[in-house]
Every structure is written in structure tokens, then in C-alpha cells.
């Protein structure tokens, strides 16, 4: 009897032991899922309030945000971000700005075209994850944006446009002579209209 009793016993344990395997693999398999996040159909943007290929970029699932009102920027690293950092390093947060100025991003991994394999930048404006431009290097020029308060939004994205989980966002004033007008070439990233340009 008392055989029986060890062998239900290690049994039972194996059994707890085995459960908690399999919660483990479930959790790490639902982590890996909602760091996808945005899909692969991630769009060029456009001008401000419409134009250009618009791809459903999503939520950045699991990344949080932050900003640092009177600096230049904020990074985070939640959600994925393994020690990653995006700062926008101009303009200065709470800047008043005209159209056309450029955005200036610094990263701590390498960014670069889609096809290589490397990092990117999304950067869309008031929180509007739909329209963005792709930046593959360390700025954007933003040609089309209208008068008044803007928050400019950056998020680090792989290759396949899902989000590496880490986000910065800076508030800034675009003056009255804010423009309607279309977007010119940048020479370090890519967006705009027909994504060969950098602009906004």
C-alpha cells in the first residue's frame, strides 16, 4: 500500500511539474504573439489627413511610452525592447516649429531599408499609427502638417514592420504658417506619397 501511495505521489508531482511546463510555453508562445503586433502590412503615410499606401500598422502591443516635457524626447524599453532606446533629439519638446522642419531621431541599434534586415523608425503624428512615414535613418523632414499643437510619435520597428517595443513621443507647436502643401525628399529615410521620399 505504501508503494502505491509513493508512486501516486511522484505520479501527482510529475503531473504539477508538467502543467507548469506547459503554462510556461503557453505564456512565452501569447508573448511572442502579441509582440508581432502590427502585422507585415504596414503603409508609406502620406500627407497629413490622407494620400499616400495606408497599411494597418496596429498597436504596439506591450510597448509602453513616455515623455519628457522640456527635453528632447523619451525612450522606453517595455514590452520587448531588450535594452533598446528611440530618442527624438529635435525639435526640443514644447518647440514651436515651421513647416518644413526635420525630425531627428537617435537609436541605439542600426537603422536601415526594410529589405536588409535591419530596424526602422515609424513616425506619425497626434497618435495616429495608420499614417506614417518609414524613416531607414536618423531623420524625416516634415513638409505637410498643419498650424497648432501636434504630439510627434516615433516607434522602433524589425524589419517586417512589427513593433520592437519601444516608443517616444515629444509635443510640439507648429506655427500659424503651418502648410497644406505636398512633402519633399529627405535623404535618410523613406515615406511620403510614393515612399521615395522623407517627408510628411
Known sequence: MSRLRGALADRGARGV?????????????????????????GGIGGGYGGGGDQGGSG???????????GSSGSSSGGGG???????????????TVEVPFTVDLS?????????????HVHVFFDGD?????VVE???VQVTDLPAGEHEIDASLRN???SAAGVETHIDVTVGSAGSGGSG?????????????GGSY
Open 59 to 69: 498597436s504596439s502591443g506591450g510597448s509602453s511610452s513616455s515623455s519628457d516635457s
Open 17 to 41: 511539474r508538467g502543467g507548469r511546463s506547459a503554462r510556461l510555453a503557453a505564456g512565452a508562445a501569447l508573448s511572442l504573439l502579441l509582440l508581432a503586433g502590427c502585422g507585415s502590412g
Open 137 to 139: 535613418g536618423d531623420s
Open 184 to 196: 519633399s525628399s529627405g535623404d535618410s529615410s523613406t515615406g511620403g506619397m510614393e515612399g521615395d
Open 107 to 119: 537609436s541605439s541599434v542600426p537603422l536601415g531599408p526594410t529589405d536588409s534586415g535591419k530596424h
Open 81 to 95: 525592447g531588450g535594452g533598446m532606446t528611440l530618442k527624438i533629439t529635435s525639435p526640443d519638446a514644447g518647440a
Open 129 to 133: 499609427d495608420q499614417q506614417y512615414l
Open 159 to 161: 524589419a517586417d514592420h
